[in-house]
Antibody, heavy 112, light 108 residues
């Protein structure tokens, strides 16, 4: 099983970034997918998830209206479109399949 | 939102000792949707326990989970050197999913 995040980087406040997660070695279309983030030196925070078929999406309040989660089961991939980024969004973002499969994370830094 | 409060914040123990970690929820949690994770520096979290008491694949039997309702416990019997890490609880039955703030198990 492999989950590989990409798309992280440095962005100015108010800017946008799109994270991607490429999955292999698992039954992707049969799993809820999640994004979990961890600010530097802090604990874990669940950000969003998406149902197996993409028909249901949930977000933590702090990102509602700014972040959009999506998935492409044909390509075994998931995305997080992040708009209107703030300094407090700075974190390592983990792609999580179900509960047990985690990527190594993508660092997003929001700073001027 | 369900708030999970972990205690203690830090646990200082020696190898071979037993660790008892607590996670208390602000409202009742369905045990089927309660999990524990371990995280070491520079690594992604690893699932230890799901459904409050079921060990994930490959997790040694010195790790055990128990509890229901608002009180859950992770017990680590006979601490091994590789067990010193930060542990998080998670409820994923009610949106937003929420993690506890973590308990650090350190070498005494």
């Amino acid at each position: 099983v492999q989950l590989v995040e990409s798309g992280g980087g440095l962005v100015q406040p108010g800017g946008s970034l799109r994270l991607s997660c490429a999955a292999s070695g698992l039954n992707f279309s049969n799993l809820w997918m999640n994004w979990v983030r961890q600010a530097p030196g802090k604990g874990l925070e669940w950000v969003a998830n998406i149902k197996k078929d993409g028909s249901e999406k949930n977000y933590v309040d702090s990102v509602k209206g700014r972040f959009t989660i999506s998935r492409d089961n044909a390509k075994n991939s998931m995305h997080l479109q992040m708009n209107s980024l703030r300094a407090e969004d700075t974190a390592v973002y983990y792609c999580v399949a179900g509960l047990g499969y985690w990527g190594q994370g993508a660092l997003v830094t929001v700073s001027s | 939102e369900i708030v999970l409060t972990q205690s203690p914040g830090t646990l200082s123990l020696s190898p071979g000792e037993r660790a008892t970690l607590s996670c208390r929820a602000s409202q009742s949690v369905n045990s089927n949707y309660f999990a524990w994770f371990q995280q070491k520096p520079g690594q992604a979290p690893r699932l230890l326990i799901y459904g409050a008491s079921s060990r994930a694949t490959g997790i040694p039997d010195r790790f055990s989970g128990s509890g229901s309702g608002t009180d859950f416990t992770l017990t680590i019997n006979r601490l091994e050197p590789e067990d010193f890490a930060v542990y998080y609880c998670l409820q994923h039955g009610t949106s937003p999913q929420t993690f506890g703030q973590g308990t650090k198990v350190e070498v005494k």
